[in-house]
């Protein structure tokens, strides 16, 4: 499975950034898709999930405010972060788990200014 991470950049707090990963590859297992970020000199954490049934859950930091959705036919998730504030900067990763294989994506760059 390859993760390709898209859709960072630079935002004004308050504003809002799509996130996009494309899975590829042996992708019919997949069961589990997450979203990570690291914010600069901070341990990398969870924010967000959907399983194949379409259910979500959340950090309680970014709940209400970023959404996490998939498009089967495209095998991509997204995750669409609105009402950025300063503290969501930071590397943002998509990741999945096949068996005992895990998967990252490279990373993308997200940086929210005042």
């Known amino acids: 499975v390859q993760l390709q991470a898209s859709g960072g950049g630079l935002v004004q707090a308050g504003g809002s950034l799509r996130l996009s990963c494309a899975a590829s590859?042996?992708?019919?297992?997949?069961?589990?898709m997450n979203w990570y970020r690291q914010a600069p000199g901070k341990q990398r954490e969870w924010i967000a999930l959907?399983?194949?049934?379409?259910?979500?859950s959340y950090q309680a930091s970014v709940k209400g405010r970023f959404t996490i959705s998939r498009d089967i036919a495209k095998n991509t998730v997204d995750l669409q972060m609105n009402s950025l504030k300063t503290e969501d900067t930071g590397v943002y990763y998509c990741?999945?788990?096949?068996?005992?294989?895990?998967?990252w994506g490279q990373g993308t760059l997200v940086t929210v200014f005042q």
């Open positions: 990741h999945t788990v096949q068996g005992l294989a895990v998967y």
């Open positions: 590859g042996n992708t019919f297992s997949i069961n589990v």
């Open positions: 959907i399983t194949s049934g379409d259910d979500t």
